[in-house]
């Protein structure tokens, strides 16, 4: 059988930071992890979707910076499609918490931006914006500005612009935190639908229990302080998911082992959000 080929591959890495008093802060230490190309049983590259699950303050948002190449480890190594990362690259899209669109572009323009500094033909722009912006739901709003919008829908526009340069590898940093239940609820089914249209992997970080069961095929439970992987654990959900997954007896039950794990996990130290 042949090995699944790893998008990313992390390998024994640390992040060290020194407070303003030259105290040594250890933020990260011996992280170990792989994300795999994931294929459907017909052959279909479909990427993967994992999570990394953690306390608030446990480093995930620094280890997915160094993933991006925003930040470099104090050791270790970070290898994404078989090259270490030594800075951003147009494999990898990131997707942060806080609304990121240029408030003096319109949505379309938005989108279209990081094709047409790459060169892109405005033609192509033109269709594949058109095309993603339809896929968000935000086709009547082509011509606005981000700053008429609400959060969801701003990082709509986000997931959009990110998916329009075709990366292999998309990170996202808590990008639904900030907004309220049923918006979040929402633009969480609208990222599976699109996810499952592409073939990149995703690595989600969240600190909301309910989310991580929901989303990923895979969740890396971390600690904290310093923050490490403390397990790996498969979601044995099948996709599609819909709503009423969150209702099942099994996904309370997988909710409540993994709210139990972060508990008993070394170094806890943090705000774990959990829906029941």
């Given at each position: 059988?042949?090995?699944k080929k790893a998008k990313i591959a992390i390998h024994k890495v640390c992040r060290t930071f020194y407070s303003p008093k030259g105290e040594k802060i250890e933020a990260l230490k011996d992280v170990n992890l792989e994300v795999e190309d994931a294929f459907s049983p017909a052959g279909r590259d479909i990427g993967e979707f994992r999570v990394l699950l953690g306390p608030s303050g446990c480093g995930k948002s620094t280890l997915l910076r160094m993933i991006a190449g925003l930040d470099q480890p104090t050791s270790g190594e970070i290898v994404v499609n078989g090259q270490p990362v030594t800075g951003p690259g147009k494999d990898r899209g990131m997707v942060f918490q806080k609304y990121t669109s240029f408030p003096w572009l319109t949505v379309r323009q938005n989108v279209?931006?990081?094709?047409?500094i790459n060169g892109v033909p405005a033609t192509q722009r033109a269709e594949t914006s058109s095309r993603l912006i339809k896929a968000v739901g935000l086709s009547q709003f082509a011509d606005v500005y981000p700053d008429t919008l609400s959060g969801g829908m701003q990082q709509r526009v986000a997931i959009a612009r990110t998916l329009a340069l075709r990366p292999s590898v998309i990170l996202?940093?808590?990008?639904?935190?900030?907004l309220d239940a049923q918006t979040r609820s929402e633009m969480q089914q609208l990222l599976l639908t699109i996810w499952d249209e592409t073939a990149c992997a995703i690595l989600f970080v969240t600190h909301d229990v309910e989310e991580a069961v929901y989303l990923a095929d895979?969740?890396?439970?971390?600690?904290?302080h310093p923050g490490t992987i403390v397990e790996d654990l498969e979601v044995p959900f099948n996709r599609p998911r819909d709503l009423e997954l969150k209702e099942r007896t099994e996904f309370h039950e997988l909710q409540h082992y993994v709210l139990g794990r972060l508990k008993s996990a070394p170094g806890l130290g943090g705000n774990v959000r959990v829906s029941i």
């Open positions: 059988m042949e090995t279209e931006y990081g094709m047409k996202m940093d808590e990008p639904f935190g900030a895979r969740i890396f439970i971390m600690s904290s």
